[in-house]
């Protein structure tokens, strides 16, 4: 596998190679994909800084994740929304990407904030070896259900504070 590249954050000149990212990674939905981003991207509870990036040595974009705050019961999580991989490059560690933007943002923001966890709706054999649980083991649910994905949740306090409670979405996310 290459190494994996720094992170950092998104810049408006990446925008259309993040949207080739989406539509390689998502072919069935891209476009809807891409919309969901921008709307993710333009929501009230967006922090530009939120938005991540692992640029190659050229500083094109190869990785991007998205977290956008959202409510947990009475407290806050991030939902991490969407990802994206150069799907061309067979050569990229997309879990220790996840792994590493996920630290990016809990190291630089989610502290600061009171974030009590990473949500993401995906495959739980590619989530757990990186502390994701199924929500459902921490009694935390979502109104919105994705086919083919499971709610998947990560605790940034250590255990320190229960997860429990529902997911409250921006209302374009259904």
Known sequence: MAPRPELRTEKDADRSRVATLLARTYPEDGAAVIERAAKLRAHTSARKEFAIIGPDDDDIALFFALFTP?????????????????????????????????????????????????????????????????????????KVKFPGSALLVKDLTGGKQPLKGQLKYPPFLK
């Not at 959202?70 to 061309?88: F, I």
């Not at 997309?94 to 996920?102: D, H, Q, R, T, Y």
């Open 70 to 142: 959202v409510e947990l019961g009475k407290n806050h999580a991030l939902l991490m929304a969407p990802v994206a991989v150069d799907t061309y490059r067979d050569d990229l560690d997309v879990p220790g990407f996840i792994s590493a933007a996920i630290t990016h943002v809990q190291k630089r923001f989610a502290a600061d904030d009171n974030f009590l966890a990473v949500v993401v709706h995906g495959a739980l054999e590619l989530y757990e070896p990186l502390g994701f649980v199924p929500a459902y083991t921490v009694e935390v649910d979502s």
